[in-house]
């Protein structure tokens, strides 16, 4: 499937890079990444929608790749860029899709953008920290807890910490061989499908951490102020997804939006992961996506 990188420039000036897969007449769907992440992405899930007539859209957020930086944005934010994108392509309608930390984005898109956007799939997604009746800090592992905690004590000694930590992870990281390394697989081994996930991964850590932090900063710097918007204005048909077993985003932020968001068709697996319930159930998703077009 051949995809067209291009550009689009938003209302207040900054340069968003943008993927889109070429399927003549298919639906657009735009695809917001998780977190550190860019407009990478995976074939077989581009090919999968391109099957039922869907075209995935996907852009570096603002900071990743060659996007311009945007320090102090909110989630809601993603709206503002979503318009543009719409408009740098000559779209009127399109999907949102989102996954982990791009659960968020999408959800913004959907609540603040009615006229554009017609439906939404979030899968694992992430919560807000000023969420009412969600005891948030207590729904987190003890490692992310106090990393959240240093990130309201001293913002900055946070970002130096966990950029320090991720550099010594990045050279590895950033080839498809530490990938397969990682996995107790070697390249001359490895199977085709697997090695095209781990070149696919080794891209996505290029894009989002080989020119430094600041996309992840912003990232994380949105996710634990005010989001913006409310999920509970979101007016237009929402399937979310999250598993029984995700160890990255609790399960606990899943139930919490699936009371908040009007209509929501919400499935929690017993079985999947933070992974699986993405690439798990792709087809099911896109179906339902298809059917409310």
């Keep these: 499937m051949h995809l067209s990188t291009g550009t689009v420039t938003t209302a207040d000036g900054r340069v968003l890079t943008v993927d889109s897969a070429d399927v003549p007449g298919g639906f657009p769907v735009l695809v917001h990444a998780g977190t550190p992440g860019s407009r990478r992405m995976m074939p077989l899930a581009i090919e999968l929608a391109a099957e039922r007539g869907l075209r995935l859209i996907s852009y570096d957020r603002p900071g990743y790749g060659e996007s311009t930086p945007s320090p ?16 740098g392509l000559d779209l009127d309608r399109l999907a949102t899709w989102g996954h982990s930390g791009g659960g968020g984005f999408a959800l913004a898109c959907a609540a603040l953008l009615p006229d554009l956007v017609s439906a939404a799939c979030v899968f694992a997604s992430m919560a807000p920290s000023d969420a009412p009746d969600l005891d948030y800090l207590g729904s987190l592992s003890p490692g992310w807890r106090a990393e959240i905690q240093l990130f309201y004590a001293d913002p900055d000694l946070a970002r130096q910490q966990a950029w320090s930590e991720a ?13 397969l390394k990682m996995w107790g ?53 929402v399937q979310l997804w999250h598993g029984a077993q995700d160890a990255a985003v609790p399960p606990a932020f899943g139930h919490w939006l699936a009371g908040r968001i009007p209509g929501v068709e919400a499935h929690f697996m017993a079985d999947d992961d933070h992974g699986s319930i993405h690439d798990g159930h792709l087809t099911e998703a896109y179906d339902w996506l298809r059917r409310r077009l």
């Design 72 to 87: 102090g944005r909110t989630i809601a934010q993603a709206a503002a860029d979503a318009r543009a994108i719409a408009a």
């Design 167 to 179: 550099r010594q992870r990045l050279p590895a990281l950033s080839t498809a061989e530490g990938w």
């Design 185 to 237: 697989e070697q390249p001359e081994t490895a199977a085709p499908e697997r090695l095209a996930v781990a070149r696919y991964l080794a891209l996505v850590q290029q894009d989002a951490l080989g020119r430094g932090d600041e996309g992840w900063w912003e990232d994380n710097v949105a996710y634990l102020t005010p989001w913006g918007f409310d999920p509970a204005d979101i007016a237009v048909p």
